[in-house]
Nanobody, 113 residues
């Protein structure tokens, strides 16, 4: 089964930027749809956005224009570039292989002054 390893979380001030990475263990990565989810304290996990095998992207309204998902198939990695971060973006962020129950371990993003 494919495994996902995430990195890039941390503490950032409001208005700042972070880039999350999620690297897969399988060379078949290029055919996967990949999603990013997040879960804030006391809330349900929500879909942030995703990228298809053909690099078509979609985003939840709350992050449109601020977050960008991209992929590098040679590196078996999907990225979540987060700009203009807000305190309400604070959450644990997870990557996921679309249409499966395969998840990364999660990485904490905290937006605070």
């Amino acid at each position: 089964q494919v495994q996902l390893v995430e990195s890039g979380g941390g503490l950032v001030q409001p208005g700042g930027s972070l880039r999350l990475s999620c690297t897969a263990s399988r060379s078949s990565f290029s055919v996967y749809t990949m999603n990013w989810y997040r879960q804030a304290p006391g809330k349900q996990r929500e879909l942030v956005g995703g990228i298809s095998s053909g690099s078509r992207t979609n985003y939840v309204d709350s992050v449109k224009g601020r977050f960008t998902i991209s992929r590098d198939n040679a590196k078996k990695t999907v990225y979540l570039q987060m700009n203009s971060l807000k305190p309400e973006d604070t959450a644990v962020y997870y990557c996921n292989v679309g249409y499966t129950n395969v998840w990364g371990q999660g990485t904490q993003v905290t937006v605070s002054s």
